[in-house]
């Protein structure tokens, strides 16, 4: 690693994608977040540094990753073998010692150049499908040097770049991950600012401005000319409903955005939380019904927007 060249926090790099994005795409996922959404798919993203987690269904128990652990931070209970957060140091003797799988380690410093050799692999998939790279997190404003590198180099590979964003950001480091950006994947979670300040982390300076700061950043992106799609996702209890939607589209009109993809709840990273020792707040939590979904997809076509489903 070449330690004058910009790193960023990276958790994984997911090739041969169809969402997120036109065509087939390759994802970059940065750790680190500003928001605490308590329905999040990847808990693994939310904070900023290194984590380790341990699969409960792939973990036999046998104690291999307690022998080697340096740091005595691994320990035998009646639910399976459970990691001090606070003891470990992440340097990954257990998840080389188990032959089961079942330790996984979150977040590693990357390099631009590390980054890019993955990232310019599927160049022949991406000119047939019109795809390309797409910066995901976590929050990725919170490394803006490290993406205004990778964008500028997609860019000198001719790749199309997507950035997916919550929007919660100052205009310098917004700017920064859009400047070579082509298309911006904006989550509008909720445009209610009480409800907003809910999911935020941070102090309540933070809390009070921060959904003027994201529909400040739409203005301007969209001022500007940059293409930008608003990805809502359908919470039960807290956005699923006509009036929800409708404020969207409204936003939407106002800013001249074309296009609304809609996310219904799913379940899918259920159980990366227990893998963390985290507590998962919609484990009980039901699928958005279909027909709901549909409404919702009729609602904002009939304001003149076009809408998907799944992104």
């Not at 298309?183 to 445009?191: G, M, P, W, Y």
């Not at 799609?229 to 359908?234: A, L, N, P, Q």
């Not at 209890?237 to 809609?262: M, P, S, T």
């Amino acid at each position: 690693m070449n330690k004058n060249e910009t790193t960023g926090m990276v958790f994984n790099i997911e090739r041969y994608r169809i969402h997120d994005g036109t065509g087939i795409r390759t994802a970059l996922f940065l750790k680190g977040c500003n928001l605490v959404c308590p329905w999040c798919c990847n808990p693994e993203s939310q904070h900023g540094t290194g984590e380790v987690a341990i699969h409960k269904n792939l973990c036999r128990e046998c104690g291999s990753c307690i022998g080697v652990c340096p740091q005595k931070a691994i320990s035998p209970s009646v639910r399976g073998n459970v990691i001090d957060r606070q003891a470990c140091i992440l340097c990954g003797a257990c998840k080389e010692k188990c032959t089961y799988g079942a330790i996984e380690i979150y977040g590693e410093q990357k390099t631009v150049s590390e980054v890019m050799e993955p990232l310019t692999k599927d160049m022949a998939f991406f000119m047939r499908s019109q795809g390309g790279v797409t910066v995901s997190g976590g929050e990725p404003t919170l490394q803006a040097d490290f993406v205004n590198a990778v964008m500028r180099e997609c860019k000198n590979e001719c790749l199309y770049t997507a950035l997916e964003t919550c929007g919660l950001a100052t205009w310098e480091n917004m700017w920064k991950c859009c400047e070579y950006c082509d298309e911006i994947l904006f989550d509008i979670k909720t445009l209610i600012p009480q409800q907003f300040a809910e999911i935020v982390a941070g102090g309540i300076d933070m809390k009070a401005n921060a959904l003027e700061m994201v529909k400040n950043n739409v203005r301007e992106l969209c001022r500007l000319g940059k293409k930008v799609v608003f990805r809502c996702v359908i919470i039960p209890g807290f956005n699923d409903n006509a009036e929800h939607i409708a404020r969207v589209v409204a936003f939407a009109k106002e800013n001249g955005v074309k296009q609304i993809d809609l996310l219904p709840f799913h379940q899918y990273g259920k159980h990366k939380y227990a893998s963390l020792g985290m507590d998962y707040r919609y484990r009980d939590e039901q699928a958005i019904k279909d027909e709901e979904v549909e409404g919702f997809v009729r609602q904002i076509e009939e304001n003149g927007i076009l809408c998907t489903i799944g992104g």
